[in-house]
């Protein structure tokens, strides 16, 4: 019973954090597409409308357009099912631990549904000298970081210093 619930409140995570990259972008592309960036914080911070139709930085720009769509999908796919691995694998862990798998799993999610609904993914947030992201985009790299601090807080010394034998000198 216990895991069953565990596994709800983990797909309820994944749920409400999608939805909230969704209802973002939908508030991003009504209130800011055609009209010019709205300055928060003069030279550091603006919302301002793009559609990438690449990869974060852009790393895909050079590859045609027919072969970069395919492409992008195989890799969300993969990256999904490598995620979906990691995760079963690491069933039993903490609930720390399967929140960091929620929210790294959201963001890669909000940016696929993304792809596959529009065929771009909507970013809005400019952080002056940083390419324009989405709030998918914060749930990657904060997902990414609190997988491995959860992987770091797990990883325990064979031989930690109280378990280590009294030395003989």
């Not at 529009?118 to 947030?125: A, E, L, M, P, S």
């Not at 992987?151 to 378990?163: D, Y």
Request: aromatic share 10%; charged share 15%; with cysteine.
């Amino acid at each position: 019973m216990q895991r069953r619930a565990s596994y709800l409140l983990f797909a309820l995570l994944v749920v409400g954090l999608v939805g909230c990259d969704h209802a973002t972008k939908h508030i991003a592309q009504s209130e800011l597409r055609g009209r010019p960036p709205a300055t928060l914080i003069a030279n550091v911070l603006e919302l301002r409308y793009t559609e990438n139709r690449d990869v974060g930085f852009s790393l895909l720009r050079r590859v045609p357009e027919t072969v970069r769509k395919p492409l992008i999908f195989a890799f969300g796919a993969a990256g999904l099912s490598l995620l979906g691995l990691l995760w079963w694998r690491r069933r039993q862990a903490p609930w720390q631990e399967h929140a960091a798998y929620a929210v790294l799993l959201s963001g890669a999610l909000g940016n696929l549904t993304d792809r596959l609904a529009r065929g771009y993914v909507v970013d809005f947030v400019y952080l002056h000298h940083w390419p324009v992201f989405n709030a998918a985009d914060v749930y990657l790299v904060a997902g990414v970081g609190l997988v491995w601090l959860a992987s770091r807080t797990r990883a325990t010394p064979l031989l930690s210093p109280s378990k280590l034998p009294p030395s003989g000198s």
